[in-house]
């Protein structure tokens, strides 16, 4: 709790201190937090428990409150979104969800319900599934385990395609086979999101890296 209280306090004074400086001439690092306080900026804070993605939640409409912008805030490894979901509406937050831990226990001690996503679409929540550099339990079979919660396949598709981009900002590169963007796709031997299902063709920029044949 002290570490977590510390860790709060730094980035409310940082905003704090970045909201009452000039436009101009502070420093890169306070340019940055100006942008982030304008939306320019997502800003991304790791919180897994429920008490810290209301920390998280609480930090932005505070900034609200005293005038600074509108910050737009994506929650990264919300294992216990599942508990919060009007409040996170209210806030207008992204969520981008962890990989689905076996005994249901993330970090912190944090219990991740194995319908989650289905929480989260059903409220209205921008959402994308993450793996985290998992090799044995990939973006895949994530997108696996939250249609096993609840998910269609539509919806856990977009949860790993364009949901993610339009998060990171980059959907008009990026997230939907669309012409003018990005020729970067996988060719799977059956469903992708089954347990047995394997890449076998790869395209990069339109060009095939990996040939099925």
Do not use: C, H
Request: hydrophobic residues 45%.
């Amino acid at each position: 709790p002290t570490t977590r209280m510390g860790v709060e306090w730094e980035w409310r004074k940082a905003l704090f201190d970045a909201a009452q400086a000039p436009a101009e001439g502070a420093g890169m690092d306070v340019d940055i937090l100006q942008d982030v306080l304008a939306g320019k900026i997502a800003a991304f804070i790791q919180a897994y428990p429920t008490q810290d993605i209301r920390t998280a939640v609480f930090l932005k409409e505070e900034m609200q409150r005293e005038g600074f912008g509108e910050m737009r805030l994506v929650i990264d490894g919300a294992a216990e979104a599942w508990r919060e979901p009007d409040l996170l509406v209210r806030s207008g937050a992204s969520v981008i969800l962890p990989p689905m831990p076996a005994q249901g226990r993330t970090v912190d001690q944090a219990f991740m319900a194995a319908n989650t996503a289905k929480v989260l679409q059903d409220a209205g929540v921008p959402f994308a599934l993450s793996a985290n550099d998992a090799r044995t339990e990939p973006l895949g079979i994530q997108a696996g385990f939250a249609m096993r919660g609840g998910l269609t396949r539509d919806e856990a598709l977009r949860a790993v395609t364009i949901t993610p981009a339009q998060i990171l900002g980059v959907d008009g590169r990026v997230g939907t086979i669309e012409v003018g963007k990005d020729a970067d796709i996988v060719l799977w031997n059956g469903e992708p999101f089954e347990v047995t299902t394997r890449p076998i063709g790869v395209l990069v920029d339109g060009v095939l890296v990996v040939d099925p044949r």
